[in-house]
């Protein structure tokens, strides 16, 4: 038994604490982006770094055993299915909404046509 | 004696094989202590919550025909006339993050048993939780009377903008204001040398909870507010 665990020196912290604050001021600077993919990319990249770090160094999963880290970091992985699952799914809700509210194809005198038009 | 015959294998032992011998023979499987173990799979359980939040706000704002309201807007600022987009959420990240880096701060401190900085940095790490807490219902209230956003609908755009935002930010303002109460709790207890026998393990664990709700932050503050 480790008689006391996750002893690290103090400089480590510091030096992820700066990182994790230029790491917010970058996603906090995407805002000012257009809309875009490369926006959403960014914004990615800035948070997985961020949460990279939180988790290996602040949270100290980098020196645990693996039995641990792969315990609560595998599971986490079927999540991803979901995640693909719902964006699919969503797409598919839309593309049938934006059909069904379609002014052509609903009934005359139906109000549900301002759904069509709305969208972007 | 079982404790023994392993630790004098470990030598040999890299990657995958390291995973066998934890995980086989009758014995504890994840050699830190009982609490830790115990916190990181609440955590885990945790992060499936907040992911199927977040996985179901996504769902709604891509199939949602309405345009969805610009978050960039709605959490803007006027400071002195002129408008700042996202001006308190960011603030309220630097906040977290900080608050971060003072609770790391507090569990080095606890495991040198310094037990009056430990405490001091935790007692500083719930003060910026409070805040945070301040700051969202400040801005709750501005979103609930000044831009008449419900649950249900709101006048800027699609309705289920104000029903995933009171969710997710509702339960995770929920969690930072119980991780205040627990962080107080704890570091009165270090204050008073409760841990002195049993040692400085609970501070890592507060810690751990305390990074898992700056850790949320981060997902929510990229998905709903930049996004």
């Known amino acids: 038994m480790a008689a006391e665990g996750q002893q690290h020196p103090l400089k480590i912290y510091f030096y992820i604490w700066a990182l994790l604050f230029v790491f917010s001021a970058a996603s906090y600077g995407t805002d000012f982006l257009p809309h875009n993919a490369f926006r959403q990319g960014l914004i990615l990249l800035f948070m997985i770094l961020k949460a990279g770090f939180i988790v290996a160094i602040f949270m100290h999963m980098a020196w645990e055993r693996r039995a641990l880290i792969y315990a609560i970091l595998g599971p986490p992985i079927v999540l991803l299915v979901l995640i693909g699952l719902m964006v699919v799914e969503g797409d598919y809700t839309e593309l049938s909404r934006l059909n069904f509210f379609s002014p052509s194809i609903a009934p005359a005198g139906h109000e549900a046509g301002h759904g069509a038009e709305a969208a972007h | ?227």
């Open chain 2, 1 to 227: 004696m079982a404790q023994e015959a392993v630790s004098a294998g470990d030598a040999q032992q890299a990657g995958w094989e390291t995973i066998v011998t934890d995980w086989s023979s009758d014995k504890q499987t994840f050699r830190v202590p009982w609490g830790k173990a115990m916190m990181w799979i609440f955590l885990l359980s945790d992060t499936f919550i907040f992911t199927c939040f977040l996985t179901g706000y996504m769902n709604v704002r891509i199939s949602t025909t309405v345009p969805w309201p610009n978050p960039s807007e709605v959490f803007g600022l006027d400071v002195f006339g002129v408008s700042v987009p996202l001006l308190l959420i960011g603030i309220m990240t630097f906040d977290l993050i900080t608050s971060s880096g003072t609770m790391a701060l507090a569990v080095n401190f606890g495991y040198r048993r310094d037990r009056g900085r430990a405490a001091a940095l935790m007692f500083l790490t719930a003060a910026f939780g409070a805040i945070f807490v301040g700051m969202q219902a400040f801005e709750w209230t501005k979103l609930i009377t000044q831009e008449g956003i419900r649950p249900w609908g709101n006048p800027l755009g699609a309705s289920q903008f104000g029903a995933t935002f009171f969710m997710i930010t509702g339960f995770h303002g929920l969690h930072v204001s119980a991780g205040v109460v627990y962080l107080s709790i704890v570091a009165m207890k270090v204050l008073r040398g409760d841990y002195e026998k049993k040692g400085y393990e609970i501070v890592e664990i507060a810690g751990l909870y305390w990074h898992f709700v700056d850790l949320v932050w981060v997902f929510i503050f990229a998905f709903f507010y930049l996004w």
